[in-house]
């Protein structure tokens, strides 16, 4: 079984609604795949990358450079605006990779698929560490969405929106995606507990 570690900057891809789309229109939907997939495989091979993986309506790709990744992505997403339209969202992040034979893994891959499952049609995710490489590019415009608690990533990240003309940047209020459920603390309800019977034992 071979194995190897990379360090590389990972985009995740996603087509939004693309089962429903299936449903509603077969021959819209693999007109749109295959769009899809001959940019893809044009464009990531343009910019110095490599696609790792097809998951039906997604993919794994990997660059070198954080700015092949952003500005491949941005190429990407600029494509793909032509007929047929591909409603895509997109999420950027630089971690290890690890491979076991034709199998891409690791934390590195788990964290790109979580920024990018935040987004929308026509939108490019980045996390932190990708923003740090790219913040000096004049040409690559960006906003901060805040922090973000990830299911099974040990902290909270910070997630930045591309802004460059064409991209839509979603708003938070609106955004789901693969995150930690809000929970409430034992000390808080204990607390919450507490003032009710205090409120309650000055009424009586």
């Known amino acids: 079984m071979f194995q190897s570690r ?12 693309y089962t429903a789309m299936m449903q509603q ?24 990358g490599q696609v790792l993986n097809y998951y ?28 047929p339209v591909v409603p895509l969202r997109i999420g950027l992040h630089i971690g290890e990779v690890f491979f076991e034979d034709a199998k891409a893994l690791g934390d590195g891959v788990n964290v790109a698929s979580r920024v990018q499952s935040l987004g929308q049609e026509n939108t490019i995710l980045i996390s932190e560490e990708i923003h740090n490489k790219i913040k000096n590019n004049a040409s690559i415009a960006t906003v901060s969405l805040g922090q973000f608690d990830f299911k099974n990533v040990g902290r909270a990240m910070e997630v930045f929106a591309l802004t460059n003309e064409g991209l839509f940047v979603p708003q938070r209020k609106n955004m789901e995606g693969k995150l930690k459920k809000k929970t ?13 019977l205090l409120l309650v034992a000055g009424f009586f």
């Open 6 to 17: 990379q360090l590389a900057a990972i985009m995740f891809t996603d087509i939004v609604g």
């Open 25 to 48: 229109n077969e021959e819209k939907a693999v007109a749109v795949i295959k769009h899809y997939n001959a940019t893809l495989e044009k464009l990531v091979s343009q910019f110095n």
């Open 56 to 83: 039906g309506d997604g993919s794994l790709c990997i660059f070198s450079s954080a700015t092949d990744a952003v500005n491949c992505s941005l190429a990407v997403q600029k494509d793909l605006k032509t007929e």
């Open 184 to 196: 409430v603390s034992k000390r808080n309800i204990i607390a919450t507990l507490s003032i009710i």
